[in-house]
């Protein structure tokens, strides 16, 4: 996917990665990374941190960002009191495994990673290794406090 910075029509990639994950305590929980290039990235992550999100370590704070939904795919995510959406440029399809630990806690938690953090998955040769590659790339993108995260109400609309 891409966007463009701030209205500038400057093409700027955009990667969103959902993913489901296993809660200590509870059903697991819905995941949206978001990685944008440079030239949206510093508009972005000053959104997310007026919106409440904090740089990711322990749980990610209740914020008054929301995922929107429709038809079974994301369409925005809205930002700084309702005063901001970003949105793809497509829909993105969204798993019904994805929908349904969204729909079970009402809400995403939602990762600003910086760009070049994610791994290419064209690079990776398996599934499997996408998902070690993936993981090891956030863990490192954490421990270096260039992650944000919140959680998100999630907002299902009529398709």
Known sequence: MSGSAGGRGVPAPVRWVFVVCEAVFGPPFAEAVLEVGTPLFEGLAADVVDTGFVVAAGEPPVTTAAVRVRGGALVGLVLVGGRRTWEPAEPAALSPGWLAAAGSRGGVVVVLAAPGTLPDPEQV??????????????????????????????????A
Do not use: C, I, N
Not at 131 to 150: D, I, P, Q, T, Y
């Open 125 to 158: 040769a398996t599934a499997e290794a996408t998902k070690v590659a993936f993981s090891a790339a956030l863990g490192e993108a954490r421990a270096a406090g260039r992650l944000l995260h919140g959680m998100a109400d999630l907002t299902v609309e009529d």
